[in-house]
């Protein structure tokens, strides 16, 4: 079993740097787990003994089950802070935190941050592994992980596809991870949306910037739609909803411009009629719902890696 | 069906560089020829037009006007800026969307492109508002306008404010290739002044307006024009320090250009004299020095274009203390008039000027007009760049008659309008 990139070996922090040789293994242990999933055969006891704490500062509810429930078939014992119940809110730091985990012998740390970097900084103090599970608008590795996991099992590779992120780039860890985990495995992505949501500066080797959705979508294997934050409108990215799904939205015509049979992603919640039209979602090229499935398989993978590398529980 | 036939003209076309004697000939509406002096033969039915030496170009294209409908229709409505433009020799206007309500829906787009058809003079093309009311807080839906045909985004005489929205305006407009229009003056800075500052200003006891003010949000939107490669425009630009700048940026490779209006060639700041409110604009007359320093810039091409920076205001607007006035002045029917007096003053050749008026700012706005080209349609301005009439405010064609310019000589005059080949205006005929 290939190990994560240098620091990176006790944690998983991010996907940057991260190389085929490592992704591929941690797929096809992912894939297992799938299948062990859906014939509902997983064996309880590969993580009996370990504590999995999901510790989020942002509000989430579907990746925190997700790992939850990664966690709970493998046997781990699960325990949730939210920040609305911490003492974060009585003004405590993130390294006092820190030290209040390591005393409680926690063996995974699952991060959630609204501040990008948190998580790396909370690795460097605490003896247990860090999983980040989405940090500010810099990485959610396990979302791009388990977008490969899905497109594996659809188009047989991640080499030498064209896949189209579009929609909020900038503000998305997701599109960052994702673009790290696509242009490693040697796959091409393109960016696409207005200029104050997709800025020109992220263009670099394997990566290509649209501002037109038609020419975005012309050809491409995989369509992964991101969502719009209300608070991009509020805030004058974006003058209006009907504005952005007039010319970014994913509507059937514009799907028609990809491959024949594309895959249409998301990474939810979805806004429909604003980011993708509901024909689009609930289509058979949509993989929305295998998404959240593979999630938990490529979580339970996670978990089950970062724990060999620890001493027995 | 009809065809005319332009003869003994002087055929100016500055987009193709023609500048000869010669006769233009006109089939159902669209350019079907041009030929040289002297050449013979007419064909069938055609009503013939004795040019008598006069100057044929293109109808001119106005790239600033403000027109009052919908909203302030008793300053002025689209039919009667239609006839002060056909007075005026201009075809084609480039259209404010500063009314009440602002031109920030597509649906107020198309209705006033159809208002422009309706005239059969005319063809409006609307600036879509740059913000929501054009109040400067929130971008408008830039795409949708652009896509009902708004040729340009601007809130009229109001400076986009914040930089952050302005980065945000230039890079948004810049997915959809469109235009983004700044009134070059810093708000804050400008205050509640209303004259240029200087000597006069305080004589008067007038708060000020610095010349600083046009160049500190010139400078500023290079700058964020150059972090988005967004395409900028400044309108009215009325300073030596405002168009050295842009002439630096031009010189750098940078896709940002210019226009001026008449005033601010043609008048300086003792043009208000004794609290002349007519002679009250936005930016305010400046001075001499900075007047030449336009005239330079629009000799040496820093200055793309020259709008007619019309603003029609009734007489209460006008008639108030200096400082409680309105500002801007009618433009439409000096527009030409008054740029020819620097072609008689050697400022600038007839080709030069009359390229300002139609070619580039066509090209500025993406409109298929401004041209002789056979196929265009024949929308026409018949003059005698010698003939001299007297601008009386009171009997200029249309309803608004705030001009600054009353009184004054001028040397040119237009004797015939066609739009898309109909004849819109007769010298004497009004």
Redesign the interface.
Known sequence: MASFPGRHTRHLLGLEGMTPDQIEPLLDLAESYALLNRSRKVPRDVLRGRTLINLFFEDSTRTRTSFELAGKRLGADVINMSVAQSSVNKGETLLDTAATLNAMRTDLLVVRHSQSGAPALLAQKVEASVVNAGDGMHEHPTQALLDALTIRRHLGTLGGLKVAICGDVSHSRVARSNIFLLTGMGSTVRLVGPPTLVPGAMKQRGVEIFHNMEEGLQDVDVVMMLRLQRERMSSGLIPSAREYFRFFGLDQRRLQLARKNALVMHPGPMNRGVEIDSLVADSSQSVIQEQVEMGVAVRMAVLDRLTRSRPAA | MNTLLFENVRLIDPASGLDQPGRLLVRDGVIAGTDKAGAEGTPENATVIDGKNAVLCPGLVDMRVEIGEPGYEYRETVSSAARAASAGGITTLAVLPTCKPAIDNPALVRMLRTRGEETGAITILPYGALT?GCEGK???????LH?AGAVAFTDGARALDPA??MR?AL??A??FGAMIVQHPEEPSLAGSGCATAGALATRLGLPGIPAAAEAIMIARDIRLAEL??GRLHFAHVSTGEGVALIRQAKERGLNVTCDTAPPYFDLNENTIGDFRTYAKFSPPLRSEDDRLAICAALADGTIDAIGSDHLPRDADDKRLPFAQAATGGTGLVTLLGVTLARVHDGTLTLPQALSLLTHRPAQLLGAECGTLAVGAAADLCLFDPEQSWLVEAGKLPGRAQNTPFDGRPLEGRVLGTWKAGRRVYEAGQA
């Open positions: 929501k929130e971008l408008a839906e830039i795409g949708l896509e952050r929205l945000l890079s948004y810049s997915g988005t490669g």
